[in-house]
């Protein structure tokens, strides 16, 4: 009769983990800085929150920020594809694009928007007249420029070119971080150029690009109250407006915090909805 021999198992030490007061120190202090925050907003009468609801939904506060709404898409689309069309021309050999894209880009980017903004919206002082015709040569169509660029196409032409600027950098930027072996051998598979970019630049680019394109959207959406200097009632300039009737400054300038913060809530929801289905694959 053989006996059965117990082989003790040996038990694992279980690692004590190690003490972080430092971490415990940055969340006291981080509860005690937002507890004294809230304390202060909500019982300082000075907020007048009740003016804050008052003027939340106010038909012209809705109407300035369908006007934001619409100057950010606007310029971020028109600049999107232009900024395409540049960053072309910047990858290109030939020298002479390359450095008409540079020029671009560097002047674009080195002059203040809001200069850019107001020099289209009073172009009519420069060129009372526009016309389509041959260089030096007679023209054959004219356009009354007061007409044909109003105060809000002003904005936006004048918002798209400086956008324009950054979005060519973005893509150029995005563009060179795909090793070329990558394209020489899709050119090698006999890919053409729009296979190419559809399967192979496109999924790499995309996860790159996403991050400071939705970054300059966000940016945009404030950018915009630069067109209060034009004469185009935005958000900030609707709550501007009302504000120096009634002299509630503060309360306004919460309302506008409020949009704006919705917006950017909005914008990076969408951000993160599409990073989630152009990177499924790799999770």
Not at 48 to 69: C, K, M, P, Q, S
Not at 177 to 183: I, K
Not at 238 to 253: C, G, Y
């Amino acid at each position: 009769m053989t006996e059965t021999v117990n082989i003790p198992v040996p038990v694992e030490d279980k690692v004590a983990p190690r003490p972080r007061p430092g971490r415990w120190a940055a969340y006291a202090a981080i509860v005690l800085v937002v507890a004294l925050l809230l304390e202060s907003v909500l019982t300082n009468a000075n907020w007048r929150w009740h003016i804050v609801a008052e003027y939340l939904f106010d038909i012209n506060v809705l109407r300035g920020l369908g006007i934001t709404v619409l100057l950010t898409a606007a310029s971020i689309l028109c600049g999107l594809l232009l900024g395409s069309a540049i960053a072309g021309l910047r990858l290109s050999q030939s020298r002479f694009l390359s450095g008409f894209a540079s020029w671009y880009i560097w002047f674009f980017r080195g002059v203040p928007v809001i200069v850019q903004v107001i020099f289209f919206v009073y172009l009519a002082q420069l060129y009372p007249v526009l016309s389509l015709g041959i260089p030096f040569g007679p023209a054959f169509v004219h356009f009354d420029t007061n007409i044909l660029i109003s105060p809000i196409v002003g904005c936006i032409i004048g918002l798209t070119l400086n956008e324009s600027a950054y979005m060519a950098e973005i893509i150029r930027g995005a563009v060179a971080s795909v090793p070329r072996g990558q394209r020489e051998a899709a050119a090698a598979l006999g890919m053409t150029p729009w296979q190419m970019r559809r399967r192979v630049l496109a999924p790499q680019l995309l996860p790159i690009a996403l991050p400071p394109f939705f970054n300059n959207v966000i940016s945009m959406t404030k950018t915009t109250a630069v067109v209060i200097l034009a004469s185009v009632t935005d958000l900030f300039s609707a709550v501007s407006q009302i504000a120096a009737r009634n002299f509630q400054q503060v309360p306004l300038l919460l309302v506008a915090t409020f949009w704006y913060l919705a917006l950017t809530a909005v914008i990076t929801m969408l951000q993160i909805l599409i990073e989630r289905l152009i990177t499924r694959h790799t999770r």
